[in-house]
């Protein structure tokens, strides 16, 4: 019983069910509530089984559908696709129960039901498929599915402006995979595979290799979101429905990231990377002051957490100047701790952007206003997960900011000290401007109605990402599995 | 396994907060008893601590949160120090703060982030390491703000945005420092002694400027001047939340945690050894004295209260920075003393406030003869606070000047003997008022049953504390005073 559980192919199904059932979800429509909930039911149960699987009893390589390696797709099962994939089926989860509140059966706008379903759990099978594919074919086939059902989950809404959104979304991402898609292109041409372990053997200093590199980080860094890339991400996330928006910020823009960490790892190491390490450090730091700046400025709440987003990015862009020899494993880790913690508490905002959206007929801040009673819950939601973009302890964010800080110190990269501190007293600055109108006291005639789906889900979202630094350590534990880094993650300084 | 007491006094206050939350406005039954049963339970686990600390057993519990870092709860003596008072606190500020709030709105929200702040209090008393200090220390910055803001009022609004703004920043100063410290001194966990004495002379530079970084961070809850401003502007939140935060949460976490940075992760005889402590003896002097006299002026009687706090929580530091045993026992009986006093005159405060609508010093002629129990425990506070004997507050000042001519710089009983008088200058003609002086017009008569000055819940908690402060004066010298602990305390830092 115990052989057959543990070595069932579970990845595979990760990838496999989400697409079957967004086919069938967009055959029965009238079923498709229920197909993509009793779907986000089974990933986490498929996700766990993954990882148990692979924690218990570290068996060999996968293949899909059973073809020896050169023949059939090798999936990845390290660490790092491991968590992924529990983060993406947790926020998963929570954002499919959370959208049956959000898309009522008996919408007007009947067509967003009807694509919904289909599309978004299209987009789960796609990033699954992502986390776990090995080699840089696989992963510009996947970035593709993910853009392409992000686009179609974008133009949902409808209207001009969303349309509008999508599109450009739509030829940025196409940009995006283009650029990457030729540097893999170059890579295929001089050594003939893109599996990225061999890749990460035999690559040399040479200079069309750097050319290569420099065009997949370009792409990859155009997908993701980057200062000076990061013009399309506001108004994408901003016009895509609720469910969506917290789908793109805390998965989608992960998903091309993931693919740079683990080139930057596995594949450039043997590069001479410097240069470039040290420009996503700039770029990152500006984007976190940035990002900052601009959500401070905003009057709509959706916008204000879409800039925090570019500001999120930032950080995670200063993995790669921090990932010093010594500092390496640190490094990493921190990304990784920031990318789980920060899915969760984004999305759960952006969960209450939505919901203050759906009820109040508009997301300006000032509809906050005296947010008690029974629209109490969402500002709970809202200080809750905000505790892990500010960097609050004992939030997931807190102890990323401590890995970076500590690994910038250890390295002698001063110069970030002040950008992380200014990123999180902004951060803190622009949340307590939204808490400042939750708590202002004012007397509301009546309270809307929302639906518990809409309410107790996030919240639970929220509950983990504020604690998430309290429970890391099994999570943390897991993503160094075959982790390309080893070492200490608190780095102690040498006098 | 008896070390899960020390999650079991977290959660004592953690989950009945957790539960209100989610409680309906009108569960005023099921919510007061959820905080009652959480207060009396806790007080009975710290009970059982304080026995077992007493015989030298320390409870300690690790849990790893990432690889090279724990969260690290244990309970010494200090720690029960702390912890005591505010679980005793907390009891009676919960019963005052029940009977304060009655009938007002959002109170499942004030109850809940109430019992979210005492956890954090809690939390930081028995951090084992400073890693765990900041988490709580941090935690208890965001619990408080919504208490602070409970009004929901533009100018309440406008105090929490500058607590936010200052407790925001110095967190932030603190976490750098601690993340600094911790990269070039390894673990830091709370031990006699001191943590950095055995590093490497080159480094001698950086401690002194963590140091600097660590007493600055700290010194904002402190209410050191010049970082005190969010205190006297926070006096807008309701009186039970002014009581709490100047007599154990915010002000004695930050003075809590400069002791714990002196005397655990430096260490008195390098702190003593670098001339670290000098710097901060004079800070501690001029915010002394300083508070003292902007109180004289003040009109606003929490305003008076809030600035006296500033100047008499740098007491506490004052004695830590003296760095002699005599020293050290007046300063740290002194955090709770000054708990006490100041609780009793906020308590004392708020009744006249939500009894008789007197907000201001020269409201409150003749007021004695209309609530006379409240203010003759006012009236002991406020002895208390300018050190008279046998009270409480004597006992402080007189170690402290022991202490201060112990450690060779008598310059300090100037600066005690000026923030006295300046203490009587501020304090003397309130009491003066009360008792003296005819009221101006009658007071309306209490509706109360059989004439009572006010409600039991808002009169019994001021007359237990300045109960306690009469006792902890008289009975100073005998087992169990805070005195008594105190020097056990003392004892085993400086290990004699």
Redesign the interface.
Known sequence: MTELFLHQQWLIWLTLLPLGAAVAAFLAPQQARWIGLATALLLPVCALAGILSVTLTHADPITAGGWPTPLGIELRRDGLALVMLAVTALVGFIISCYALGYFPVHDRHYDKVRYFWPLWLFLWGSCNALFVSGDLFNLYVTLELVTLSSVALIALEGGKQALAAALRYLFIGLLGSLSYLLGVGLLYGSYATVDIALLGEMISATRLNHAAMALMVAGLVLKSALFPLHFWLPQAHTMAPAPVSAALSALVVKAAYVILLRLWFEVFPALDTFAVGHLLGLLGSIAIVWGSLMALRQERLKLLIAYSTVAQIGYLYLVFPLAQPETMAAAWTGGVLLMMTHACGKSAMFMVAGTIHHTAGSDRLSRLAGAGGPVGVLAVVFTLAATTIIGLPPSGGFFAKWIFINAALVTGQWWYLPIILSGTLLAAAYIARVLGWAFLDVKRSSYPVIPWVMKWPPLVLSVIALLFGLIAYEPIQIALIGAPVHGSIMVEMTP | MSDLILPAILLSSLLPGLII?TLPEQQVTLRTALNLAGALFKLMLVALLFVRVAERQYAELR???????E?VLRADALSLLFLTLSALLWLLTTIYAIGYLEGS??RS?FFGFFSLCVSATTGIALSGDLVTF???Y??L??ST??LV?H????KA?AA??IY?AYT??G??VL??AT??L???A?PLDFSPGGVVAD??P??YGSLAIIFALLMLSLGVKAALVPLHIWLPSAMVAPAPVSALLHAVAVVKAGAFGIIRVVHDIYGLDFSAAQNLLFPLALLAAFTIIYGSIRALSQNDLKRRLAFSTVSQVSYILLGVAMATPLGTIGGLVHLVHQGLMKITLFFCAGNLAETLGIHKVDEMDGVGRRMPWTMAAFTVGALGMIGLPPLAGFISKWYLGLGSLAAGQPWIILVLIASTLLNAAYFLPVVHRIWFIEPRQDWPSSSLRGGRETTWALLAPPLMTALLVILLGILAGSVGSALYWVELIAAREYGL
């Open positions: 939350f849990l790893p949160l990432l690889p090279d870092i969260l709105p959002n929200r900041v988490i709580f941090e935690m910055t965001i703000y919504p803001v009004r929901g009022t533009p609004l929490g945005r936010l925001i920043c967190g932030l976490f750098f993340v600094w911790r990269s070039i390894g590093l490497d080159a480094l």
